[in-house]
C-alpha cells in the first residue's frame, strides 16, 4: 500500500476484498456497476481537472503556509464577534475529540444522553441569562435568529392583526448592519414591511406587529429598552431583543422587561472567531411559543423504567418541518458549538462568568477615561464592552492602527468604535491608547486609572439584579480534572463514529479526517474576524477561492456562494437567487416551485420562505417523478413556473433515468431547475447537476465533503450555479462578496462559516481527480453490497432500471407489523448491537434508509449484515400477541443485564450479546427506552434547578 495516499486512508475498502464484492453484487468490474447505476446519457465525458492529490503531510505542510498569510491583528471591530479564549480543556477534549463532533443528530436518545445533556445545559445559560421561559439548541448566526423572530412573531400575530393585514415590522437603527440585510431578505417574499428608526421616536401605531431592539446598541450604547416594551405591549406589538450574551451577566436581561424573544450569538463563549463562523446561535422565547419555536428543543422525559432521560423534545414537528406552512426551516444547527459554548459556562460558572464580565467592562472603562484623558470625546453614556469616539481625523488612526497590527470599527470619517474583549490585555489597551496619541501630544496623567473605578458606565436601571446558573452543573465542575471528566462521562453515552459506522441514509457519515480537522485548532485560521480588511485574510481568500473553484468544476456550474451555513439555507439561498433571476427579466409572476412528494421536508419549507406557491408532484410505485403527473402541473403552471426542486439521485435513493427530459421539460416552460444535492456523494467524478440540467444546486459540505456532523452541526451549504445565475449570489453589507446584482445576505459573515470550510478545502485537495471519484464508486458498491446481503431477508424499495441502488437504498419494515414489530424496534435493536439506526422513516413511513459510505470496510459492512438478519430472525420469533420480546424491550442497559431480578423470556447473553463480535467492543445505551410522548406533555427543558437536587439528597 503506498502509505502516502491519502484515497487509501479515507476508503475504507481494500483492493484484496473488491474482488469477493464485485462477485457478491454479480458484476465483474467496477465500470459494469457504475455502468448498471447511473444512466449513460449523464455520465461526464472527461474526469474532472483538479489538482493532483497532496498527502496528508503535504496538506498538513500546505495549510500551514497559507495560514502565515492570514495577519493576525487584535480585532476590537466588535458587530456581533470578539476574540474570545476557548479554554483549552474544551478545546481537546470537545472540538479536536471525534466522539464529539462526529456524532449524528441526537434522534436516537438513547444513545446520545452525553450530547444531550450538553445541550440542555447550553439552553439553560441561554434562558437564566437572557431571562427568558424556553431557548432553543441553536441557531446558525445572530441574524438569521433575528430574522427567525421576526417570522415567528408574524406567525403568532392576533387574530384581529392577522385579519388586518398588519404587515409593518419596526427595526431600531441600532440593529447590526448585518442583520438589517438578513431582515430585508427575509421579509421581502413574506410581505413584511420594514421599517427602520430610532426606538425613541418611534410611533406606536396599530399597523405594527413587531419591532426588534439591539442590545446593546451596535456602537455599544446600553439603552433602557423599558419604556420602549410597555408601550409596545400596550399597542400590542410583540418585541424581540438581539443582545450581547456576555453583557447580560452585567445587565438587566431582556426577559425582565417582558420582551417575547431573545436573540443572539454565543460566539464568545469560548468560540474562535474563524473568519465568521461556525457559531452558535440561540433563539429564546416565552413557554406560549413553544410551539412555533424554530430549530430543535431538548427536553427532558424518563425512560422505560421511569428514569429522568432527555430527548428532543416536539420532535415529530421536527421531522416535517411543517413542510409547506413552515415559517422555518431550519435543519441543521450548530450543536458542536452549542456544547462547546455551554460548556464555557459550566468551566466557568456563575462567579467565573462574572469576572469575565466585569474585566472587560473594566478594561472598556479604563480605555474611556485614558482617551478623554487624551482629549478624545467618548460618546457612549452607557456601555458596557464597546466605546464609541469622536476624532477629527479617522484616517490618521486607521493607518496608525494598521502599523501596530489592530483594528477598529470605522464608522464613519469622524467616528470610531472600539469593542473590548475577554482576550484584551492592559498592553492591548495601552496599545490602543498609544495608537490616539498621535493626535495630539498631550501626555497621559497616570490617575486615569484610579478614575475609571469611580465611572458607572451601567447606570442602575439597567444593573442585572437575578441570579443565574444556580444549578449543580454549572457550580461543580470548575478544575480542569473536574471538567475532562465531566467531558468524558457524557462523551461515554454517546455512540458516534469512533464507535462504529453510522449509515445514516441522506447524510452520509463519512470519515471526517484528523488531517482534514487538525488546521481547525490553528489561531492563524481561528481569530480572525469577518470583517477585516481582505488584505489581512489572504490566506483565506485563497483557500476560499480555491474550494469555490473545486466546487464549480465539481459541479459543472459557473458560481458558487460559500455563504449558506447549512443545507436548508442553501436551497433558501438558491430559491431566491432564482427569485431574483425572473425578476430581474421582469417575470415577477412567477412564483409555483414544484417538489415531489417524496422531499427532504425543507425543500418545501424553502420555497414558502422564499415567497414561492408549493405544488406537489407525485412518486410513481417505482419511487420515481410521475412524469405524467409532472407534465400535467407544468402545463398548468406554464405561464408562472418559477422552479423545480429535485434531489438526485433521488430521496429513495435512484438515478432516475428520465432526469434530462424532466429538467428539459422544466426549461420549455421557462422555469429553473434546483437541484438538492444532498446526495451529491453518489454523482461526484461520475455525474453532475450541470450534466443533468440543472441551475443551481446546493452541497451539504457536511455531508459530501467530509465536515463532521458535530451532532447536528455546523453545517456549511453552498450553492453552486450555472451562469445565468451568478451575478444574483448573495453579498453582505460591510464586505463585498457575491455577484453583480447581488440579493442581500443569507448568513451574517460575507463567507459563511470559513473556518469549516477548511475541512472540505483539505478533502478535495488530499483527494484529488481519482481519490474523488474512487469515493463515489466505492459509495455505490458498499450500498449495493448490503443490499445483496440483505436481499431475501429484506425488501429493498426502489432500484434503478437494472436493480441497482445508488450510494443508499431503503428497506421496507411495515410487512413486520404482523409480528408486532415496528421500524422503531429495529431501530431500538441495533444499538444492543453496537450500532446507530440508520434513517428512520423518511421518505418512506415505516421503511429505513441505509447508507454506509466509501469510508466503512468490509469487515464493519459484514457486522452490519450480521446484525440486520440475527434481528430478523428475532423479528420471525416476535409476535403481536406478545410484546414482552427482545425487540420491544430494547435496548437493554448494562443496569438490567446486570440486575439481580432478570424477567424476560430470554436470556442476559441474546439481551446484551446477541452477536460474538458485540463481546469485542460492547457499547451500552445508557437508558432504557425514551418516552417521546411524555415528555412533549411535560416540557421541561432547562436543567433542574440547585434546589431540587438539594431535595433529593
Ligand atoms: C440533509 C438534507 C437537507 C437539509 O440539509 P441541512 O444541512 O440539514 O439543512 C435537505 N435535503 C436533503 C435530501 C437532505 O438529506
Redesign the pocket.
Known amino acids: 500500500m503506498k502509505t502516502d495516499v491519502f484515497a487509501s486512508r479515507h476508503i475504507g475498502i481494500r483492493e484484496e476484498d473488491l474482488k469477493h464484492m464485485l462477485k457478491t453484487v454479480e458484476v465483474d468490474t467496477m465500470e459494469q456497476l457504475i455502468f448498471e447505476t447511473i444512466p449513460d446519457d449523464i455520465r461526464l465525458k472527461e474526469t474532472l481537472h483538479l489538482d493532483d492529490p497532496m498527502s496528508e503531510h503535504e496538506f498538513l505542510n500546505h495549510i500551514q503556509e497559507l495560514s502565515e498569510k492570514n495577519k493576525v491583528y487584535r480585532s476590537y471591530i466588535g458587530l456581533g464577534y470578539h476574540e474570545s479564549i476557548t479554554p483549552s480543556v474544551i478545546k481537546r477534549n470537545i472540538l479536536e475529540n471525534p466522539g464529539w463532533y462526529t456524532a449524528y443528530t441526537p434522534y436516537q436518545a438513547e444513545i446520545a444522553q452525553g450530547r444531550l445533556e450538553a445541550l440542555l445545559n447550553f439552553q439553560t445559560v441561554v434562558t437564566d441569562l437572557t431571562g427568558m421561559e424556553l431557548a432553543n439548541a441553536s441557531l446558525l448566526d445572530e441574524s438569521t435568529a433575528a430574522a427567525e423572530a421576526m417570522t415567528m412573531l408574524f406567525d403568532v400575530r392576533s387574530r384581529e392583526q392577522k385579519k388586518n393585514n398588519v404587515l409593518k415590522f419596526f427595526v431600531s437603527e441600532e440593529i447590526l448592519p448585518q442583520t438589517l440585510s438578513l431582515l430585508k431578505t427575509r421579509s421581502t417574499p413574506l410581505g413584511i414591511q420594514l421599517v427602520v428608526g430610532n426606538h425613541e421616536t418611534f410611533e406606536f401605531g396599530d399597523d405594527f406587529y413587531g419591532a426588534i431592539l439591539q442590545y446593546p446598541g451596535k456602537y455599544g450604547q446600553v439603552h433602557d429598552y423599558a419604556d420602549f416594551v410597555s408601550k409596545a405591549k400596550e399597542n400590542n406589538i410583540k418585541v424581540a431583543v438581539a443582545a450581547d450574551i456576555l453583557s447580560l451577566v452585567m445587565l438587566t436581561p431582556p426577559g425582565e422587561m417582558g420582551v417575547d424573544v431573545v436573540v443572539g450569538t454565543t460566539q464568545r463563549f469560548g468560540i474562535p472567531l474563524g473568519y465568521g463562523g461556525p457559531h452558535a446561535a440561540f433563539f429564546a422565547t416565552k413557554e406560549e411559543y413553544k410551539r412555533n419555536i424554530p430549530g430543535r428543543i431538548i427536553g427532558v422525559t424518563k425512560d422505560t423504567d421511569g428514569k429522568p432521560a432527555m430527548r428532543m423534545a416536539l420532535q415529530t414537528r421536527e421531522q416535517h418541518i411543517k413542510r409547506d406552512k413552515a415559517t422555518s426551516?431550519?435543519?441543521?444547527a450548530q450543536v458542536l458549538l452549542a456544547v462547546m459554548a455551554g460548556m464555557y459556562a459550566v468551566y466557568h460558572g456563575p462567579e467565573g462568568l462574572k469576572y469575565i464580565a466585569r474585566k472587560v467592562h473594566n478594561k472598556t472603562k479604563i480605555l474611556s477615561e485614558a482617551l478623554k484623558n487624551i482629549s478624545i470625546q467618548q460618546l457612549n453614556s452607557a456601555f458596557f464592552d464597546t466605546i464609541k469616539v469622536s476624532v477629527d481625523d479617522v484616517d490618521k488612526v486607521h493607518n496608525a492602527a494598521e502599523k501596530e497590527g489592530i483594528n477598529f470599527n470605522y464608522i464613519d470619517d469622524k467616528t470610531i468604535s472600539i469593542s473590548i474583549n475577554e482576550a484584551t490585555s492592559f498592553k492591548d489597551i495601552v496599545a490602543i491608547v498609544n495608537v490616539f496619541k498621535i493626535l495630539n501630544t498631550k501626555t497621559i496623567d497616570e490617575g486615569f486609572y484610579a478614575e475609571a473605578d469611580k465611572v458607572h458606565a451601567i447606570p442602575a436601571s439597567v444593573q442585572r439584579n437575578t441570579p443565574f446558573l444556580q444549578n449543580q452543573v454549572f457550580n461543580s465542575y470548575h478544575s480542569e480534572t473536574q471538567l475532562m471528566r465531566y467531558i468524558k462521562k457524557l462523551e461515554r453515552k454517546d455512540l458516534a463514529l469512533n464507535h462504529s459506522m453510522i449509515s445514516l441514509g441522506?447524510?452520509t457519515m463519512k470519515l471526517n479526517a484528523a488531517s482534514e480537522m487538525l488546521p481547525l485548532s490553528s489561531v492563524n485560521w481561528g481569530n480572525i474576524h469577518p470583517f477585516v480588511p481582505v488584505d489581512q485574510a489572504e490566506g483565506y481568500q485563497l483557500m476560499l477561492k480555491e474550494l469555490a473553484k473545486d466546487l464549480n468544476i465539481i459541479t459543472g456550474f459557473a458560481g458558487t456562494s460559500l455563504q449558506p451555513n447549512?443545507?436548508?439555507?442553501?436551497?433558501y439561498a438558491g430559491l431566491m437567487v432564482i427569485r431574483a433571476y425572473h425578476e430581474s427579466r421582469g417575470d415577477t409572476n412567477r412564483n409555483i416551485c414544484i417538489i415531489p412528494a417524496s422531499?427532504?421536508g425543507?425543500?418545501p419549507a424553502s420555497a414558502v420562505m422564499a415567497g414561492m406557491r408549493v405544488v406537489v408532484t407525485k412518486t410513481d410505485e417505482k419511487g420515481n417523478i410521475d412524469v405524467i403527473d409532472l407534465e400535467e402541473k407544468v402545463a398548468i403552471h406554464s405561464d408562472n413556473l418559477a422552479a423545480l426542486m429535485v434531489?438526485y439521485p433521488s430521496?429513495h435513493g435512484v438515478f432516475e433515468s428520465s432526469i434530462k427530459y424532466i429538467t428539459k421539460l422544466i426549461h420549455d416552460n421557462g422555469g429553473q431547475v434546483y437541484m438538492?444535492g444532498?446526495?451529491m456523494n453518489a454523482q461526484v467524478g461520475l455525474t453532475n447537476p450541470a450534466a443533468i440540467g440543472a441551475d443551481v444546486c446546493?452541497l451539504?459540505l457536511?455531508?459530501t465533503f467530509a465536515i463532521p456532523h458535530g451532532g447536528g452541526g455546523p453545517?456549511v451549504?453552498p450553492i453552486c450555479v450555472a451562469p445565468q445565475l451568478v451575478p444574483f449570489l448573495p453579498s453582505n453589507p460591510l464586505i463585498k462578496t457575491g455577484g453583480e446584482k447581488a440579493i442581500t445576505a443569507i448568513s451574517a459573515a460575507p463567507w459563511g462559516s470559513s473556518l469549516a470550510c477548511l475541512i472540505s478545502y483539505g478533502y478535495i485537495k488530499m483527494l484529488g481527480e481519482r481519490g474523488l471519484t474512487r469515493s463515489t464508486e466505492i459509495a455505490i458498491l458498499n450500498a449495493n453490497y448490503i443490499k445483496h446481503r440483505l436481499e431475501g431477508q429484506y425488501e429493498v424499495l426502489y432500484t434503478g432500471e437494472k436493480g441497482r441502488a445508488a450510494h443508499e437504498m431503503i428497506i421496507d419494515c411495515r410487512p413486520f407489523k404482523a409480528h408486532g414489530i415496528e421500524v422503531t424496534d429495529i431501530a431500538k435493536r441495533l444499538m444492543d448491537y453496537g450500532f446507530h439506526a440508520p434513517t428512520v422513516s423518511f421518505p418512506v413511513a415505516g421503511t429505513m434508509m441505509i447508507e454506509p459510505t466509501e469510508s466503512e470496510g468490509l469487515a464493519e459492512l459484514d457486522r452490519f449484515c450480521d446484525a440486520m438478519i440475527s434481528i430478523r430472525e428475532e423479528i420471525d420469533t416476535a409476535s403481536a400477541e406478545d410484546y414482552d420480546n427482545v425487540l420491544k424491550n430494547s435496548p437493554h442497559t448494562l443496569e438490567m443485564v446486570t440486575s439481580d431480578t432478570w424477567e424476560f423470556p430470554y436470556s442476559r447473553q441474546k439481551a446484551a450479546f446477541p452477536l460474538s463480535y458485540v463481546s469485542d467492543n460492547k457499547f451500552w445505551p445508557s437508558v432504557r427506552r425514551v418516552d417521546d410522548a411524555y415528555g412533549d406533555r411535560n416540557l421541561i427543558c432547562t436543567c433542574a434547578p440547585i434546589e431540587e437536587y438539594a431535595e433529593v439528597e
Open positions: 426551516n431550519i435543519c441543521t441522506s447524510c447549512s443545507g436548508a439555507q442553501g436551497e422531499a427532504h425543507t425543500n434531489t430521496t438538492d444532498a446526495n446546493h451539504n457536511h455531508k453545517g451549504g
